[in-house]
């Protein structure tokens, strides 16, 4: 069974950091790009980061780009979004996604592209 498994989120003051990993199995992990994304209580989901198969390229929300960094080890078979300066506007449940693809990042901006999904974790940033 293919499962994707989102860990690493919490309570992080804002101007801090904070690390989420998403550990995938059951797949080709290196067939797949990842991505994350994110949604707020009464808000749509949105694209944050992802990063194509061979971690070669990326592509971040005009909101995160700069503070957020997404990388991928594939003989672990993880996905990684490192958040700097995390803002309370980033306070969200945050998903990792996975679709086949030998394309760019930039390509997969649209959840609907997403074959497998973690199941969230919990991001609150605290002013």
């Known amino acids: 069974q293919v499962q994707l498994v989102e860990s690493g989120g919490g309570l992080v003051q804002a101007g801090g950091s904070l690390r989420l990993s998403c550990a995938a199995s059951?797949?080709?992990?290196?067939?797949?790009?990842i991505a994350w994304f994110r949604q707020a209580p009464g808000k749509e989901r949105e694209f944050v980061a992802a990063i194509s198969w061979g971690g070669a390229s990326t592509y971040y929300a005009d909101v995160v780009k700069g503070r957020f960094t997404l990388s991928r080890d594939n003989a672990k078979t993880t996905a990684d979004l490192q958040m700097n300066s995390p803002k309370p506007e980033d306070t969200a449940v945050y998903s990792c996604a996975a679709r086949r693809s030998w394309g760019s990042a930039a390509g997969g901006v649209s959840d609907v592209q997403y074959s497998y999904w973690g199941q969230g974790t919990q991001v609150t940033v605290s002013s």
């Open positions: 059951g797949l080709t992990f290196s067939h797949y790009a």
